[in-house]
């Protein structure tokens, strides 16, 4: 396997447990739901959404991908977790990602120039 598709696997790998994790822990230790809840949506996935995607782009250039993926992926976490109304914070990932695919492209050019 190439290296690009190696880091796209462990992309997905990475993002379903990012994703995932804080919502597992809410249903072992559920007294903290509402607070982590908001944490999870807001801060964490968004950070992750927009630092993954400029070191994915960072590397290998922009790639609509990887941004796909990045915002895809959060429909498991929201119909199994979540409800529909969290659908929303799919748009929100998707333009981190797209923001952050344009920084790490930048970055790219610089770097192969």
């Given amino acids: 396997m190439n290296k690009k598709k190696r880091s796209i696997v ?5 993002t379903l447990l990012i994703y995932n994790i804080i919502p597992i822990i809410n249903d072992i230790f559920p007294n903290s739901v509402y607070y982590t809840f908001l944490t999870d949506l807001w801060i964490i ?12 782009s960072k590397k290998y250039g922009f790639n609509i991908c990887i941004i796909l993926l990045i915002s ?5 976490t929201m119909l ?4 529909t109304s969290a659908s929303i914070f799919m748009i929100v990932y998707f333009v981190l990602a797209f923001i952050g695919s344009l920084i790490g492209r930048f970055i790219y050019i610089k770097k192969n120039k």
């Fill in 72 to 76: 895809i992926l959060f429909v498991p």
């Fill in 80 to 83: 199994i977790f979540y409800n």
């Fill in 45 to 56: 996935n968004s950070l992750y959404a927009l630092i993954s995607s400029i070191v994915m």
């Fill in 10 to 14: 462990i992309l997905i790998i990475i």
